[in-house]
């Protein structure tokens, strides 16, 4: 049925979860599937009122969170793997988490996007659930693990 399969991950146990159930999809289907985790670009400006504008070197940033970034997806693998026979594809976006996962997997012909339900990032407290944006946002189905 789901040949194409996406999981966004952040590293929280319920996108673990989705993980699983991704890797048991893939072991009964042979569905193709791609761990994705969205990195959030910083800026290197900063306005002060009064004062001007200031630039930051924020290279060592960016890099730690490439680091970061491919830790949860090794993490995500691991549960992954639990239950498949082979390895999933891995990719790492830039951007608002929703909508870099909805945004690739409309370009990438995806057919099932798998998700966990609470994440660990503060912008969920400001922004909405990612889970629920993705739900809102996706080209196709979407299944909210948790």
């Given amino acids: 049925m789901f040949s194409n399969v996406i999981v966004a991950t952040d590293g929280s146990e319920d996108s673990l979860a989705a993980a699983r159930i991704a890797g048991k999809m893939a072991k009964a289907t042979g569905a193709t599937v791609t761990l ?38 090794d993490l995500t693998e691991t549960a992954y793997l639990e239950e498949a026979g082979a390895p999933p594809d891995r ?43 993705i739900c809102h946002q996706a080209p196709c189905p979407v299944l909210v693990v948790r």
């Avoid at 009122?49 to 491919?70: F, K």
């Avoid at 370009?107 to 660990?120: F, H, M, R, W, Y």
């Fill in 36 to 73: 994705v985790h969205v990195i959030t670009p910083l800026s290197p400006t900063v306005g002060i009122p009064g004062l001007g504008v200031a630039t930051a070197d924020l290279s060592g940033v960016e890099e730690h969170y490439w680091e970061v970034a491919q830790a949860i997806l």
């Fill in 91 to 133: 990719m790492v976006l830039t951007g608002r988490p929703s909508t870099a996962i909805c945004n690739y997997a409309k370009e990438n012909g995806a057919d099932l996007v798998i998700v966990g339900s609470a994440g660990s990032g503060v912008e969920e407290l400001f922004m909405g659930s990612t889970a629920d944006n």
